[in-house]
C-alpha cells in the first residue's frame, strides 16, 4: 500500500474541512503521510505543507492574473513532489480555478483524483461537469442533490454531509457571559456581527460600507460593533481601512459569535451557511472589481450568490452586489429587519430549515474512510 497522500486546498473553510479531513485518516492510519496545500489548522492536524492558502489567498479574474507566475510555480512544485515521491493519489478540496487546472496536468500523470467539496458547477453551468467525468476519478460530495447530479452526468460520486455540522456540533460554545468577559464586550448592548471575508482584497471593499453602515445600525439600535477576523488576516487592517475606532476585532470565536449575535453583514461565502445553521438574520454583501464580476456574471447560471438563499430555494437572506454594497442600503436593509420584529422572526424560522438540509455529523469520517480505501488500492 502506498501510504503517501496530496491533499490541495486554497481557502480558509477548505483549510477546517481538509483538518477535519486529516484527523479522521490519521485516526484510520497514523502511518499515513499527508503533504500538499493547507491552512494552518490542516497543518496541526498532521499535513506537512508545501505551501500555506495565505500564500493563495487570491480571488477573481484580475487577482488570478496578477499572480500567474506565482501560481505557475507552486504547480510546477507540487507536481515535482508527486512525481519525486511517488505520490499515486490527491484530494482536491474545493478551489476550482486551481485545483481543476492542476488536475488536467495530474491525469496525464496517471494519478488518481479525489475531489472533496465539489465546485459549485451548478452555479457555473454544465460545461465543467464534462470536464470533471474526464478528470476526476470520484467526487466526494456535502449536498445531496449534487449526488444526483453527478450521477446523471455519469460520475463516480458520494454523498457524505457537509462537515460544517461536525465542526459545530463538537465546538466548544462560551456562554454569554463568558465570551463578553473575554473580550471586554458591553453586556447591555446586542452583537452587530461584520464579517468581511479572508482576503485582503475584498476587505477592503467591504469593510469600510460596513463598518460605516453598522455605526448607524448599532446608534439606532443600542447594539455594539463585532467584526470577525479571519485567522489569515493581520487585525489591523480594519484600522487603516477606517477612522472610525467603535468596533472590537475578535479572531478564533466566530461560531460564539454567530450564536450570540443579533444582527450580521456577512460577506458571500461559507459564512452565509454558518450564520444560517445559527439562525441569524443578516444581510449578504459582495463585491469584487468590475472585469471579475462582469466575466462571473457571463457564466453563473443562479439568481443568488448567499448558500443558504440557493439551498432554501427563496431569497430568505437580502443579498447587496457589487454597486449596490454601500452604507446607505447596508444601513436601509438591515433597519427594515431589526425594526420589525415579524420580518426578524420569519428569517430565523426559515432559516431553521437548513440544519435539515445539511444532515448529521460524520461527513469527515465517512469522507476519510472512502479515500483510504481508495489508497489502499495503490
Known amino acids: 500500500m502506498n501510504k503517501k497522500l496530496m491533499i490541495i486546498a486554497g481557502e480558509a473553510s477548505g483549510d477546517i474541512h481538509g483538518a477535519g479531513l486529516i484527523r479522521e485518516l490519521k485516526n484510520l492510519d497514523p502511518s499515513i503521510e499527508i503533504s500538499g496545500i493547507g491552512g494552518d489548522n490542516m497543518i496541526a492536524a498532521g499535513m506537512d505543507a508545501q505551501y500555506n492558502i495565505k500564500q493563495m489567498a487570491f480571488l477573481g479574474f484580475i487577482e488570478v492574473l496578477q499572480h500567474l507566475p506565482f501560481i505557475t510555480k507552486v504547480k510546477r512544485e507540487l507536481i515535482k513532489k508527486i512525481e519525486n515521491e511517488k505520490i499515486n493519489t490527491i484530494v482536491l478540496i474545493d478551489y476550482p480555478g486551481f485545483n481543476l487546472n492542476i488536475a488536467g496536468r495530474l491525469k496525464t500523470l496517471h494519478k488518481r483524483l479525489i475531489y472533496y467539496i465539489a465546485p459549485q458547477i451548478w452555479a457555473w453551468g454544465t460545461g465543467r461537469i464534462k470536464k470533471i467525468r474526464r478528470l476526476i476519478d470520484k467526487m466526494i460530495v456535502v449536498f445531496k442533490f449534487e449526488e444526483k447530479l ?3 452526468a455519469g460520475v463516480d460520486v458520494e ?13 466548544i460554545f462560551l456562554d454569554r ?5 473575554k473580550f471586554n ?5 446586542e452583537i452587530l456581527l461584520i464579517l468581511p471575508g479572508s482576503r485582503k482584497h475584498e476587505i477592503k471593499k467591504i469593510f469600510p460600507p460596513s463598518i460605516d453602515g453598522a455605526t448607524k445600525l448599532a446608534s439606532e439600535f443600542n447594539m455594539q460593533i463585532v467584526v470577525a477576523c479571519a485567522g489569515n488576516i493581520d487585525e489591523a487592517i480594519f484600522n487603516r481601512l477606517t477612522d472610525k475606532r467603535n468596533f472590537t476585532v475578535i479572531k478564533g470565536s466566530t461560531y460564539d459569535l454567530f450564536n450570540n449575535a443579533r444582527f450580521g453583514i456577512i460577506k458571500s461565502g461559507t459564512s452565509t451557511l454558518e450564520a444560517g445553521y445559527f439562525q441569524l438574520p443578516f444581510v449578504v454583501v459582495y463585491s469584487t472589481n468590475f472585469l471579475t464580476y462582469w466575466l462571473g456574471k457571463k457564466v453563473v ?5 448567499a448558500m443558504a438563499n440557493i439551498l432554501l ?4 437572506i437580502e443579498e447587496l452586489i457589487q454597486k449596490d454594497v454601500n452604507s446607505e442600503n447596508i444601513y436601509r436593509k438591515s433597519s427594515s429587519i431589526l425594526g420589525n420584529d415579524f420580518c426578524y422572526t420569519s428569517i430565523k424560522t426559515k432559516l431553521g430549515r437548513l440544519k435539515e438540509i445539511l444532515g448529521g455529523p460524520g461527513a ?3 469522507a476519510a474512510e472512502s479515500i483510504y480505501a481508495l489508497l489502499n488500492e495503490t
Open 150 to 152: 453527478y450521477k446523471s
Open 159 to 171: 454523498f457524505v454531509g457537509h462537515p460544517l455540522v461536525e465542526h459545530i456540533s463538537s465546538y
Open 177 to 181: 457571559d463568558e465570551l463578553f468577559r
Open 185 to 189: 464586550l458591553d453586556k447591555k448592548k
Open 301 to 305: 447560471k443562479i439568481n443568488n450568490i
Open 313 to 316: 430555494g427563496e431569497a430568505v
Open 364 to 366: 469527515s469520517r465517512k
